[in-house]
Structure formats: structure tokens, C-alpha cells
């Protein structure tokens, strides 16, 4: 991709369907027999895999613009097959209903990736605690059981995808599921939503969810919610570029953390109903904060918001507490002359008035969207290897940088 940068971007942005509620909305259908109907749903690389993963599985699927139909063509295989689990870990969501459904399931194990090891070990303790007996073995997850049953987990860590997981197994377990300590994140809430749609009972309480499962689950109709972190990531390229920038199609309270920050900056931040406009005039000041599991500030928008500090006045810093070791943006911001040195789990930025154009490599999605953001930015050309990571998780990129004023220019082999 390449970016001549140093323009203020300004209008608005209309967000996609979440992309990390589209997926575990995609892996529900293989819990019935019934269809399925997702509307809002993003044309992305990793929905496209999760749909390559459900039809080797033995459904079909069809596409009407943002609306997506997935019906059963035959009873489920249980295998899951390596490519799609590989490429990304949210495959690994199919394990649960696979093995509620069938009774067995057999599973690549997801393994780790640019952000960290990623363990998958809440997921197969609680899947175990309902009664499935869990063997790891070169490289494959095999789960068997005779009848998943109710029972009450604990998390140690509130993983959405461990919590993702227990609940698709508990929406066709005999009883309640007790997820102590539970993810609390949107896209976890809206999965909870759809599998009450589908027939299972959720309650949500102050430390706990509760799924009551149910024999057989039906077919839904269900809208998927909007994307946080694709508006949040518009926002900040408005924010970082000294621009304006409305993202409409929002639920503004799912980007509260990110509003406050703004607000600490020196932003103009105005909020309607279901949109976000934020607005730079001047420098933005320099902020402390932290990652957390939600309504914490989210992970995924920590690099992104790592470039916007880059050049913001005066010191910030940034801890990272979800993922290990996210900052695989931190060194090539460098190079775009950021200045910035990590200290254990703590980002400590001082902040320069400039980003330099340059050459620069995405190491995964949202890395990818922070040297984007340091490329509108930066006044000049700049080029950005790993493309590939982006269409992963932003639907028309470069389309909807373009409608706000961006000079983008997505290339597939080398522009130049
Ligand atoms: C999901 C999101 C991802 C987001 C993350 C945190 C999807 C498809 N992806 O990822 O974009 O960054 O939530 O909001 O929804 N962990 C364990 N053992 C486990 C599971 C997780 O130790 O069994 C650890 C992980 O290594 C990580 C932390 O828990 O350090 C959070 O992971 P988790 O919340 O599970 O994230 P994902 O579901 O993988």
C-alpha cells in the first residue's frame, strides 16, 4: 500500500459488522440444522476462512451483499481441516459445538502467532469440565464425550475466546453452564444474544454468565454488531492527521475508552446516538493508559493508538496487559522516526512533532493499521509491505481512507 501522507483527513465513515462477532456467529451455525441468516456482515479474508472452515464441515453458503445464508448440506464432519485453523485462530471456536453436536471432534491446534503464544488452555479446561475428554496429540485436539453437561467453570483470565467457546458448547450441554469470570466484551455479549435467538437461555450477571442449553437449537435471523475497532481505528487516522472525523452505523459506549483518551488528548469528541465525531485542532497532549479486557481500552486498538502518541506533545505511555508481546509495530514505527523504548510491558513514548515516510512491514492486522495511521501522517510516500494482514480484518481499506481525503494506492506487486 502506498500513502502520501501529511494530509488532514475529514468526513464520515460508515462502520462494518464486527468481524470478531461475525465469526463466532458463523461457527454457531454448526450447532443446528436449521439456517442461519447474518446480516451486516464484513466481506473480509477472515470471514472467508471461517465460511471455507464451516463448508468443509458440510454447509453451503450464500452471499446477498452483506447478508449471508449458511443451511446444512449434510451432517457435520467432526475433523476440522489444518489449513483454515492454521491461518487463524478463531477457527479453533469450532471445537465446542462440533463436540456438543457430535459427540466428537478432532481439531488442529490453533499454535501461536505475531502477538504472543496465545494458549488454548481455559478452552479445553472448560471443555473438559463439562465432561469432554480432551487429548492433545501431534499437533490435533480430539474431544470425545458421552453428553456434555452443565457445569461451573472459573476463568483465570476473562479470554474471550475461551468464553466464546463454553458458551457454544453450553447452548447444547444438559443443564446450566456457570462461565465465572466471563469476557464481557461486545462481540461475546452479541454471540450470547444469538444463541438465546437460537433457543438457549443467557443470563448475564456481575461475575458470571449463565447458558442453559437446550436438546436441539433452531435457525436464527441476527444482525451482527458494528465494528469498535475498525470505527476506533477511522477515528484515530481522523485524530492523528489533525483531521475530523465522524464514524457513524456505531453503539458509542463500545468505544468509551477510547473516547475518554481522546478527551485526555485535547480532543473535541461530540457523541449522537449511533455515531462519533472527534476533532484535532492543534497538537494532541500525550496520555497514560493500560489494555484491558473490556470496557477496558482494547488491545486491538493499542497500536493504532501507539501511532497517534507517537506525535502527540509531551510523554505517554502504554501498558500492555491482554497480549504478551503486541508491539510488533513499535520498530518500524521507529524507523518512521517515533521515539519510543519499551520497558517490560510499558511503552514509553516522547512524543515528536514529525513521522518521516518510509518503507515498512506489517506484522499483523492491527500492527498494520498503526503504520498506516504513522503514514497519513507522515508528510510524503510511504510504502507498506503485508497488506495481506489488513484485508484480514478492514473491509475497503483503501476506499474508505480515499472518501476521507487519503491518497492511498493499493498495489500488488511493488508500485515503484
Ligand atoms: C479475541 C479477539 C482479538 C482480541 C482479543 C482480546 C477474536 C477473533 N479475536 O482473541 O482480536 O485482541 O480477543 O480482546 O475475537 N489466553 C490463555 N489461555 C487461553 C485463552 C487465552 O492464556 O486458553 C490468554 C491469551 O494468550 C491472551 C489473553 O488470554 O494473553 C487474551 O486472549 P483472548 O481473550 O482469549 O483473545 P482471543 O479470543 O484469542
Redesign the pocket.
Known amino acids: 500500500m502506498v500513502i502520501s501522507g501529511g494530509r488532514p483527513l475529514s468526513g464520515t465513515v460508515r462502520a462494518a459488522g464486527a468481524?470478531?462477532a461475525a465469526?463466532?456467529a458463523i461457527f454457531a451455525s454448526l450447532l443446528t440444522s436449521e439456517p442461519l441468516l447474518l446480516t451486516r456482515v464484513p466481506r473480509l479474508r477472515?470471514v472467508e476462512t471461517a465460511l471455507e472452515l464451516v463448508q468443509s464441515l458440510g454447509k453451503e453458503v450464500h452471499w446477498r451483499g452483506e447478508e449471508l445464508e449458511i443451511r446444512e448440506q449434510a451432517p457435520p464432519s467432526p475433523v476440522a481441516p489444518e489449513a483454515p485453523v492454521r491461518r487463524?485462530?478463531?477457527s479453533f471456536l469450532v471445537l465446542g459445538p462440533l463436540l456438543a453436536r457430535l459427540g466428537r471432534a478432532r481439531v488442529p491446534h490453533p499454535g501461536g502467532c505475531a502477538?504472543?503464544?496465545?494458549?488454548?488452555?481455559?478452552?479445553?479446561?472448560g471443555l473438559a469440565a463439562l465432561g469432554g475428554e480432551i487429548q492433545a496429540r501431534q499437533g490435533w485436539v480430539e474431544a470425545r464425550t458421552a453428553g456434555l453437561v452443565g457445569r461451573t467453570v472459573y476463568l483465570?483470565?476473562?479470554?474471550?475466546?475461551?468464553?466464546?467457546q463454553l458458551l457454544l458448547a453450553g447452548a447444547l450441554a444438559r443443564g446450566e453452564t456457570v462461565i465465572l469470570n466471563p469476557?464481557r466484551?461486545p462481540?461475546v455479549v452479541d454471540l450470547s444474544r444469538l444463541l438465546s435467538a437460537m433457543g438457549a437461555e443467557v443470563v448475564w450477571g456481575e461475575d458470571r454468565v449463565v447458558i442453559r442449553g437446550r436438546k436441539e437449537l433452531a435457525g436464527a435471523h441476527w444482525e451482527v454488531i458494528p465494528d469498535r475497532?475498525e470505527a476506533g481505528t477511522y477515528l484515530l487516522a481522523g485524530a492523528i492527521t489533525g483531521g475530523r472525523v465522524r464514524a457513524c452505523g456505531v453503539v458509542p459506549r463500545h468505544l468509551a475508552a477510547l473516547l475518554v483518551k481522546f478527551d485526555q488528548a485535547g480532543l473535541e469528541v461530540e457523541v449522537g446516538e449511533d455515531w462519533v465525531e472527534v476533532a484535532a485542532s492543534g497538537r494532541a497532549r500525550g496520555v497514560h493508559l493500560e489494555t484491558g479486557?473490556?470496557p477496558g481500552f482494547?488491545?486491538?486498538l493499542q497500536p493504532p493508538m501507539v501511532s497517534f502518541l507517537a506525535v502527540a506533545e509531551g510523554e505517554s505511555s502504554v501498558t500492555e496487559r491482554?497480549?504478551?508481546s503486541r508491539f510488533g509495530h513499535v520498530g518500524e514505527l521507529m524507523r518512521m522516526g517515533a521515539r519510543m523504548r519499551l520497558q517490560g510491558a510499558t511503552l514509553l513514548i516522547d512524543g515528536v512533532e514529525e513521522l518521516t515516510p518510509a518503507r515498512v512491514r506489517a506484522p499483523d492486522?492491527?500492527a498494520g493499521a498503526a503504520l498506516v495511521l504513522a503514514a497519513l501522517a507522515a508528510r510524503g510516500t510511504s510504502e507498506i509491505e503485508g497488506t495481506e494482514h489488513l484485508a484480514r480484518g478492514y473491509q475497503g481499506l483503501p476506499e474508505k481512507l480515499r472518501a476521507l481525503g487519503a491518497e492511498v494506492e493499493l498495489c500488488r506487486t511493488n508500485c515503484r
Open positions: 468481524k470478531n465469526l463466532p477472515d487463524m485462530r478463531a502477538i504472543g503464544p496465545r494458549p488454548v488452555d481455559l478452552h479445553l479446561e483465570d483470565f476473562p479470554s474471550v475466546g475461551a468464553t466464546e469476557a466484551e462481540e475497532i479486557p473490556y482494547p488491545t486491538d491482554v497480549f504478551a492486522i492491527r
